[in-house]
């Protein structure tokens, strides 16, 4: 696991840890495990449903889990939105796999992606705020955020009922954004 929290390398996640369990950049045959997996905590109130239209057009976007039964347990996503920010999205654990570090592990390739592509600062919009802040997150205000960020605001069914909260790390404080 401390070979993925490395920074400063190019090389896209691609390891096994003790768990048996390996990350990678998601292929068209994970289309549907995500969709799954999404569905399922979204119907539970804690994410965005993402359709299989979405999944299809941002696949490049996603990184995803799979144990040694060849299931996957975990996703995530790296989003680029402007030359200076991306959102981490997508991001989900199997229940069953729930407070293992995965969710912590597929949040930090997102970031090491970042890192690697030279983008200054990533966000997300979530309810498990702790979840962000423990990986050195902080809460921020909507102003805050260049208007990138809202730019799919207009189609979500919560649009006029908003829970999520904003969290963002800078990783580059000399080109991250600055209102
Ligand atoms: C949020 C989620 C991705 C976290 O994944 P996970 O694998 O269970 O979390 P990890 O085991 O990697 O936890 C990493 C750290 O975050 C903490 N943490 C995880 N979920 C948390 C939560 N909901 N609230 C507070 N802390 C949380 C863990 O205690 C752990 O802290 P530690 O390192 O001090 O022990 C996972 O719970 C999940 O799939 N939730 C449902 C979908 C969701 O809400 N996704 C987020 C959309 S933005």
Same mark, same amino acid.
């Not at 840890?17 to 905590?41: C, F, G, Q």
């Not at 965005?48 to 889990?65: A, G, I, K």
């Not at 090491?112 to 983008?119: F, H, Q, S």
């Not at 260049?146 to 080109?175: A, H, M, W």
């Given at each position: ?5 490395? #920074?400063?390398?190019?090389?896209? @996640?691609? #390891? ?21 997996? &999404? !569905? ?8 965005? #449903?993402?359709? +299989?239209? +979405? ?23 790296? +989003? ?6 991306? $959102? ?6 199997? @229940? $069953? ?20 592509? =030279? &983008? @200054? ?12 802040? =423990?990986?050195?997150?902080? #809460? ?11 730019? $799919? ?10 829970? $999520?909260?904003?969290?963002? !790390?800078?990783?580059? @404080? ?6």
């Amino acid at each position: 696991m401390s070979t993925l929290i490395e #920074v400063g390398t190019t090389r896209l @996640p691609d #390891v096994r840890w003790d768990a048996n369990v390996e990350l990678r950049k998601a292929r068209m045959k994970d289309v549907e495990p995500i969709y799954t997996l &999404i !569905k399922y905590w979204a119907e539970r109130g804690l994410m965005l #449903v993402r359709s +299989h239209n +979405h999944l299809y057009e941002n696949l490049r976007d996603f990184f995803v889990l799979e144990d040694e039964d060849g299931h996957i347990v975990g996703s995530g996503a790296l +989003h680029i939105l402007w030359h200076d920010i991306a $959102e981490v999205r997508g991001l989900a654990v199997h @229940p $069953e796999r729930q407070g293992q570090g995965l969710g912590r592990w597929l949040a930090l390739a997102a970031e090491r992606e970042a890192k690697d592509l =030279g &983008i @200054p600062q990533i966000f997300a919009w979530t309810l498990q705020v702790r979840f962000f802040t =423990g990986l050195g997150y902080h #809460v921020t205000t909507r102003e805050n955020l260049p208007p990138k960020v809202y730019q $799919e605001c207009s189609q979500c069914p919560f649009y006029d009922n908003c829970r $999520e909260i904003g969290v963002t !790390k800078v990783l580059d @404080p000399d080109n991250a954004f600055r209102k």
